[in-house]
């Protein structure tokens, strides 16, 4: 069966720090995969989605990047995080098609 | 493109009641409706979808409705329970597929 993993869980910034949050995927290959931002209390705000290695489509204008080194891979980073950074962070994939969205536990980020 | 309206953004009921919650979409050829629950500090999950080419579906106490005329579709939850309670999202698939979101509905069971 499919399982996704999403890492770390939690973690705390200071301003201007560096981010990374990793998500990968087993069991299915191609997956289209996905980034969601939540702010407190809000909805759910694509970010970033990639429907193949490499392949990365920006939604926002934000300081925050994404990549897909492999297959079931999907990155997202910072380079200077702002306090205006912090939500809970959400990875998902689906197979391709329209179907179920499934997401990772996601990680909640607090900058300070 | 797609754009999804979602009403009401919270919703109380007394337990054992129904709850309903509609959403309202643009993009005539969207054909994949989702709901997702979502409890406090957890990631949603999916909890029923419907497809264009069906107009109601059921899963023992969770029911969907859709309208392609007037580009509605609506969740129905009876017999509500204490575990009910969540916010609840909405979505539509906009081109390529892509899930165009509802703002959610915080759904309170009183007990």
């Known amino acids: 069966s499919q399982t996704i993993h999403q890492w770390p869980a939690t973690l705390v910034q200071p301003v201007g720090s560096p981010l990374s949050l990793e998500c990968t995927v087993e069991?299915?290959?191609?997956?289209?995969l996905y980034w969601y931002r939540q702010a407190a209390g809000r909805g759910l705000q694509l970010l970033f989605y990639?429907?193949?290695?490499?392949?990365i489509s920006s939604e926002v204008p934000q300081n925050l990047s994404a990549s897909r080194p492999q297959d079931r891979q999907f990155i997202l980073s910072s380079k200077k995080l702002l306090l205006s950074d912090s939500g809970f962070y959400l990875c998902?994939?689906?197979?391709?098609?329209?179907?179920?969205?499934?997401f990772g536990e996601g990680s909640r980020l607090t900058v300070l | 493109g797609e754009n999804v309206e979602q009403h009401p953004s919270t919703l109380s009921v007394q337990e054992g009641d129904s709850a309903v919650i509609k959403c309202t979409y643009s993009?005539?050829?969207?054909?994949?409706f989702p709901w997702y629950k979502q409890e406090l500090g957890k990631r949603p999950q999916l909890i029923i979808d419907?497809?264009?080419n069906v107009g109601e579906k059921k899963d023992q106490r969770i029911a969907v409705t859709l309208n392609k005329t007037a580009k509605h579709f609506s969740l129905h939850i009876t017999e509500t329970q204490p575990e009910d309670s969540a916010v609840y999202f909405c979505?539509?698939?906009?081109?390529?597929?892509?899930?165009?979101w509802g703002a959610g509905t915080k759904l309170i069971i009183k007990p």
């Open positions: 069991g299915t290959s191609n997956p289209n």
């Open positions: 979505a539509a698939s906009g081109s390529n597929y892509q899930l165009i």
């Open positions: 419907i497809r264009s």
């Open positions: 990639s429907v193949g290695i490499g392949q």
């Open positions: 993009d005539s050829a969207s054909n994949y």
């Open positions: 998902a994939w689906r197979a391709a098609g329209p179907g179920e969205l499934f």
